[in-house]
């Protein structure tokens, strides 16, 4: 199946303001069913390509119901396919898919919108957040204070966007009693801004 997209514009650079940008390609893969994944990216191939589930799960060789269900999904209101053209064959009709929306430009597929549409919103807040100031340290608590909402949520959003490498442990820190854990984006330095009491 087709990999991460090569030649992408790099988000890891510091914009402007001085806040590290979102890296909504790792993040929309992270959240995003691979398969689904694999069909935009081959829909987007040699500037956007017109292809049936039929023939979508033939290049992926995965079977056509799995293809078929993902394309209803992909297809939903204000989704990221659309009907391109129907063929009637064998007493059927066929349909075929396009991408919605293409950039002339690249990367073809808009990372930002898959992640947003299928990223918790707690979870892209905690990247928005670690990423102020050119990167920011804090721990699950310290994000629970600022997003308010309970530390058990934001330590679970913690642990998976960890899992997926969109956030790596920078250390550790005592408070009352107790062992709490550090965490910054992989672009951030380990000497980020900390939060107060951090």
Do not use: C
């Not at 934001?154 to 062992?179: F, I, M, P, Q, Y």
């Amino acid at each position: 199946m087709p990999r991460r997209s090569e030649g992408t514009s790099p988000t890891s650079s510091t914009t402007a303001a001085g806040s590290i940008p979102v890296d909504w390609e790792a993040l929309a893969r992270a959240s995003t069913h691979p398969l689904r994944i694999s069909i935009l990216e081959v829909l987007a191939m040699d500037g956007g390509r017109t292809l049936s589930p039929r023939d979508l799960a033939k290049e992926l060789q995965v079977p056509l119901s799995n293809v078929s269900y993902h394309v209803r999904v992909l297809r939903r209101p204000s989704g990221f396919i659309a009907l391109a053209r129907r063929r009637p064959i064998h007493g059927s009709v066929e349909h075929f898919y396009r991408l919605r929306e293409i950039s002339a430009g690249w990367p073809p597929i808009d990372w930002e919108r898959l992640a947003r549409a299928n990223a918790h919103p707690a979870r892209i807040s905690i990247l928005e957040i670690l990423g102020i100031d050119g990167g920011r340290i804090m721990s699950p608590s310290d994000l629970s204070t600022e997003l308010r909402i309970p530390v058990e949520n934001t330590s679970h959003h913690v642990t998976e966007l960890a899992k997926a490498d969109l956030l790596v442990l920078s250390g550790t820190r005592k408070a009352r009693g107790t062992t709490r854990h550090l965490y910054r984006l992989p672009e951030a330095r380990d000497e980020a801004p900390r939060t107060a009491g951090t």
